[in-house]
């Protein structure tokens, strides 16, 4: 079973930023998609960015020039880098692991925009 252990999360000021991180607790496999997913409170889930084993991103267009996702393949991690923070990205933001076989989601950690 995998677990995925997210941190980072926490109040930032709008303009500000964060740094998500998304460690397995196992190896990860060769081929996956690792990708960040926030939900804000009366809203659905939503995709923000996926990363593929290979280092193709992809952003939805809110986060696009702000946010960056990487990974570390060596630590079992991918990261989310969120800049120019606004309100708007209030949520938590749950990691998400796709190897070819089955789906792994992490608790969620918290990320709270205001002044």
Do not use: H
């Amino acid at each position: 079973q995998v677990q995925l252990v997210e941190s980072g999360g926490g109040l930032v000021q709008p303009g500000g930023s964060l740094r998500l991180s998304c460690t397995a607790s196992v190896k990860i496999f060769s081929f996956y998609i690792m990708g960040w997913y926030r939900q804000a409170p009366g809203k659905q889930r939503e995709l923000v960015a996926t990363v593929t084993s290979g280092g193709t991103t992809n952003y939805a267009d809110s986060v696009k020039g702000r946010f960056t996702i990487s990974r570390d393949n060596a630590k079992n991690t991918a990261y989310l880098q969120m800049n120019s923070l606004k309100p708007e990205d209030t949520a938590v933001y749950y990691c998400n692991y796709r190897p070819l076989v089955g789906e792994y989601w992490g608790q969620g950690t918290q990320v709270t925009v205001s002044s």
